[in-house]
């Protein structure tokens, strides 16, 4: 069964740094488009970011610069580095997958985890 | 960036209704569209891929249509399930992005 799985949300400072994990089960990251997925609380859906399996990455014009996504094939799981944080970017990060073949559109979400940027 | 601009914010409906909601592309996106579903304090869930490719197990009262610009998803007979924030997202060109969401009540 596939199931995605992400963990590391916590209250943080603004200016701060924060690293998002994603290790879901069923499947293998590298094999698959990964994708991170926010939104803030009472809003809409924001694509964040993605990495393809052959280790292309793409990011939101939001967090170009302070975000990066990354992969660690030994330990099956995607990362997002989150790097001078801002209010704005309070959010539930949703960690996903896409189909098979790899497509940017999402198929399968993790439950979220909450990133709370505040003093 | 493509802004995808959905009508309307809101609707009111009754089950058995016909509902149409609409996502217009501030430029061609040919039909790489897709729809989501998402009920409340729960994950979206894939509707509709390419703009009207119905995704496995997902009920045949849903429908998309459109190219280009302009696409509508259309629930031929809403079901008390039905009531939720539905979402189009394109995947022409990045940055990805998402409609405003239309919320079905």
């Known amino acids: 069964e596939v199931q995605v799985v992400e963990s590391g949300g916590v209250l943080v400072q603004p200016g701060g740094s924060l690293r998002l994990s994603c290790a879901p089960s069923?499947?293998?990251?590298?094999?698959?488009?990964m994708t991170w997925v926010r939104q803030a609380p009472g809003k809409g859906l924001e694509w964040v970011s993605d990495?393809?399996?052959?280790?292309?990455?793409y990011y939101a014009d939001s967090v170009k610069g302070r975000f990066t996504i990354s992969r660690d094939n030994s330990k099956n799981t995607v990362y997002l580095q989150m790097s001078s944080l801002r209010a704005e970017d309070t959010a539930v990060y949703y960690c996903?997958?896409?189909?098979?073949?790899?497509?940017?559109?999402?198929?399968?979400w993790g439950q979220g985890t909450l990133v709370t940027v505040s003093t | 960036a493509i802004q995808l601009t959905q009508s309307p914010s809101s609707l009111s409906a009754s089950v058995g209704d016909r509902v149409t909601i609409t996502c217009r592309a501030s430029?061609?996106?040919?039909?790489?569209l897709a729809w989501y579903q998402q009920k409340p304090g729960k994950t979206p869930k894939l509707l509709i891929c390419?703009?009207?490719s119905l995704e496995s197990g997902v009920p045949s009262r849903f429908s998309g249509s459109g190219s280009g610009t302009d696409f509508t998803l259309t629930i031929s007979s809403l079901q008390p399930e039905d009531f939720a924030t539905y979402y189009c997202?394109?995947?022409?060109?990045?940055?990805?992005?998402f409609g405003g969401g239309t919320k079905v009540e």
């Open positions: 430029q061609g996106i040919s039909t790489t």
């Open positions: 390419d703009a009207s």
């Open positions: 996903a997958r896409g189909p098979t073949p790899p497509r940017p559109i999402v198929v399968y």
């Open positions: 990495i393809y399996s052959g280790g292309s990455a």
């Open positions: 069923g499947f293998t990251v590298s094999d698959n488009y």
């Open positions: 997202q394109q995947f022409n060109s990045y940055p990805l992005t």
